[in-house]
């Protein structure tokens, strides 16, 4: 089965640096990868995906990269803000009928000193 | 907005103990999941659902079983509690990715279950 590696798993940053967050991934069938946030008492929320097709997505702050050949994706959140501490979970999916399942990275905590 | 509620906040439980979990989703989604998150650990899946009464085995099933009668509802049964799945249990739900570009998996508040 799919197989994610995540680091680093704790981070701490100045506010108004970037962070970066590395995944890897095992099964080559993959191709949805999404990003979740989850605050500190709160569940876990999508903020970005990208599929096998596109290399990088941006959205406002974040970002995420994709590298197929190397099966590594990458988190940038730039000009960081209080808000942005949280857990962050990276995933992995075949994102095909009857195996739609997700499969986590084991987290990284994000700290954001002000 | 997309509404998945599970039964309990906080529950405590004896070990040998039979423990019912409950979540319901009000988005027709068709996709339902049960995690269990443990620090370190990250989330991991135990069992999910394609359909009504259609279940997968996710990459820790042992000493967990499921129901799913009705679309919205999808049930995380442990036959008998022991201390060691003391843990935080989320549920989840999303629509069929052969349905729609909208993949996101919508959690529950999570259910925060000791054994003891």
């Known amino acids: 089965g799919e197989n994610v590696e995540q680091h680093p798993s704790t981070l701490s940053v100045q506010e108004g640096d970037s962070a970066v967050i590395k995944c890897t991934y095992s099964?080559?069938?993959?191709?949805?990868f999404p990003w979740y946030k989850q605050e500190l008492g709160k569940r876990p929320q999508l903020i970005i995906d990208?599929?096998?097709?596109?290399g990088e997505k941006k959205d406002q702050r974040i970002a995420v990269t994709l590298n197929k050949t190397a099966k590594h994706f990458s988190l940038h959140i730039t000009e960081t803000q209080p808000e942005d501490s949280a857990v962050y979970f990276c995933?992995?999916?075949?994102?095909?009928?009857?195996?739609?399942?997700?499969?986590f990275g084991t987290g990284t905590r994000l700290t954001i000193i002000p | 907005d997309v509404k998945v509620t599970q039964s309990s906040r906080y529950l405590v439980k004896r070990t040998g103990e039979k423990v019912f979990l409950e979540c319901v989703q009000d988005?027709?989604?068709?996709?339902m999941f049960w995690y269990r998150q443990d620090p370190g650990l990250g989330l991991r899946l135990i069992y999910f659902?394609?359909?009504?009464?259609?279940?997968e085995k996710g990459d820790i099933p042992e000493g967990y079983s499921v129901s799913r009668e009705k679309k919205e509802r999808f049930s995380l049964i442990l036959e008998s509690a022991s201390t060691n799945q003391t843990s935080m249990y989320l549920c989840?739900?999303?629509?069929?990715?052969?349905?729609?570009?909208?993949?996101?998996?919508?959690f529950g508040p999570g259910t925060r279950l000791t054994v003891t």
């Open positions: 989840a739900s999303s629509f069929s990715m052969q349905d729609t570009l909208d993949y996101e998996q919508y």
């Open positions: 995933a992995a999916s075949r994102a095909n009928f009857g195996n739609e399942k997700l499969t």
């Open positions: 988005m027709d989604h068709e996709n």
């Open positions: 659902s394609y359909d009504v009464k259609m279940k």
């Open positions: 099964d080559s069938a993959s191709n949805y």
């Open positions: 990208i599929r096998s097709n596109v």
